[in-house]
C-alpha cells in the first residue's frame, strides 16, 4: 500500500504512521505559513522497493518503484504533483517551468511514469493525445518506429483503453490547456474517465464542483493499472479534495516469504486406520 498527500511540512516536522515509511518533500521556499509541502507514505513491507529520487521543483516528488516489485522491464517512477493555483502566492512560474523540464526528462528516460495529485487544471474533455494519421505520415516520411515513438493511442487501443474520456466537469482554465500541451508534448495520457469505476464517467474531485486532482500516466503504465475510483472523503479529513484510488498490478516477494514461512510450520496430520471409528463416532 502507498499513499500521497499534501502537507504543511517542514524540514524540523517528524510524522510517524505504524506500519508505514514517510517519506517528505517540504516547500523549498520558506513563508510565514507552512503549506504545499508533499509526502509519500509506503507500508514497510514494500518499502525497500521505493526510493525516492532527488527533484529540482518543488511542485514534484518522485518516487522510483523497483522492477521486482511491478515484474516489469523496466522500473516504475511514480510522481507526486502539487500545483498551487494561478492566483496563490505560492505559485511561481520558475518552478513551473522547473517541472515542465523535470516531467519531460523523466518521460524522456523511463518507459512506466504515473504522476498523481493536485494540479488545479481544469480540462474538461479536451484531447489530450496527438494521434497521426496517414497522410501526415507520408508527407514526412516516418517509418513505424518514428511513428510509434510520437503516436501512443495504439497502445490503449490495444488494451481497450478508450481514446475520448469522460468530465462531469465542462470548465476549462489556463493551467487546464496547460496540462494537455503537457501531456501531448510527453504522451502521458490522463487516466480521470477511462479506467476503472471511473470509466465513462469522470467524477468531480473538489467540492462536487470540478475536476482539478489527476492522475497521468504513459501509455504502457495501462497494462499495469488494476483499479481507479474517485473516492468522497468526510469533510472531518480533507478541505473538499476526493481520494484518487488506484492500484497496480505487482508481485509483493514479502507475501511470498510470509506464505512459504507458514507452510513450513504448519502441522500435518497422520492418519491411523485405527482410528476409524473414532472418527465416525465424533462425525
Known amino acids: 500500500m ?136 507520408n508527407m514526412f516520411n516516418f517509418d513505424n518506429d518514428t511513428v510509434s515513438l510520437l503516436d501512443k493511442t495504439e497502445v490503449l487501443e490495444s488494451q481497450r483503453i478508450p481514446l475520448r474520456r469522460n468530465s462531469k466537469d465542462a470548465k476549462t482554465n489556463n493551467a487546464g490547456y496547460w496540462l494537455i500541451d503537457l501531456c501531448k508534448f510527453n504522451n502521458l495520457f490522463i487516466v480521470n474517465g477511462r479506467v476503472g469505476e471511473d470509466k465513462a464517467i469522470g467524477e468531480k474531485t473538489f467540492r462536487d464542483k470540478s475536476v482539478i486532482d489527476y492522475t497521468l500516466c504513459t501509455a504502457d503504465c495501462f497494462s499495469m493499472l488494476k483499479q481507479f475510483e474517485v473516492v468522497e472523503v468526510d469533510p472531518i479529513f480533507s478541505d473538499g479534495h476526493s481520494l484518487l484510488k488506484w492500484s497496480l498490478l505487482a508481485d509483493i516477494p514479502l507475501a511470498q516469504t510470509v506464505g512459504r514461512s507458514l507452510n513450513n510450520t504448519h502441522s500435518h496430520l497422520k492418519w491411523s486406520d485405527n482410528a476409524n471409528e473414532d472418527f465416525m463416532n465424533n462425525i
Not at 45 to 51: A, D, L, N
Open 2 to 137: 502507498i499513499c500521497f498527500v499534501e502537507t504543511k511540512l517542514d524540514d524540523t516536522d517528524i510524522v510517524s504512521l505504524p506500519g508505514f515509511q514517510c517519506l517528505s518533500q517540504p516547500r523549498k521556499q520558506h513563508y510565514l505559513r507552512k503549506s504545499g509541502g508533499i509526502a509519500f507514505f509506503v507500508k514497510e513491507g514494500i518499502s525497500e522497493y521505493c526510493k525516492q529520487k532527488e527533484s529540482v521543483s518543488d511542485y514534484i516528488m518522485w518516487i522510483c518503484v523497483d522492477k521486482k516489485l511491478t515484474q516489469t522491464d523496466e522500473n516504475l517512477v511514480l510522481g507526486i504533483i502539487y500545483v498551487p493555483p494561478s492566483q496563490s502566492r505560492f505559485f511561481n512560474d520558475d518552478e513551473l517551468l522547473n517541472l515542465e523540464n523535470e516531467i519531460s526528462s523523466v518521460c524522456r528516460s523511463n518507459k512506466y511514469v504515473i504522476i498523481t495529485g493536485d494540479i488545479n487544471a481544469r480540462t474538461a474533455k479536451l484531447s489530450d493525445y496527438v494521434k497521426l494519421d496517414d497522410f501526415f505520415s
